[in-house]
Nanobody, 116 residues
Framework: EVHLVESGGGLVHPGGSLRLTCVASGFTFSSAEMTWVRQAPGKGLEWIASITPSGLIAQYANSVKDRFFISRDNAENTVWLHLNRLSSDDTAVYYC?????????RGQGTQVTVSS
């Protein structure tokens, strides 16, 4: 069974930084593209970033490009999302996600709140 467990969220001041962690299990992590998505209050899911199985290629939404960075360690079955220069628009629940066998999986999410 696929498990994705996020952590690292919290309350941060505008301009601050956080690192979100997602630990995966139940599938061959090194073969899976990994994604971070978020859901702001009252809004739908927004794709943020994806990273290829090898970790060599990452893609970002325009809203976070040059501020957020995705990375992974296949030996640790872990993917991270580094959030920098945060603003109130980044307040959301952040989810780690992947697609295994045509089925989408997401973790329980971690709340990021940006407020002064």
């Amino acid at each position: 069974e696929v498990h994705l467990v996020e952590s690292g969220g919290g309350l941060v001041h505008p301009g601050g930084s956080l690192r979100l962690t997602c630990v995966a299990s139940g599938f061959t992590f090194s073969s899976a593209e990994m994604t971070w998505v978020r859901q702001a209050p009252g809004k739908g899911l927004e794709w943020i970033a994806s990273i290829t199985p090898s970790g060599l290629i990452a893609q970002y939404a325009n809203s976070v490009k040059d501020r957020f960075f995705i990375s992974r360690d296949n030996a640790e079955n872990t993917v991270w999302l580094h959030l920098n220069r945060l603003s109130s628009d980044d307040t959301a629940v952040y989810y780690c996600a992947t697609t295994i066998g045509l089925r989408d999986h997401r973790g329980q999410g971690t709340q990021v709140t940006v407020s002064s």
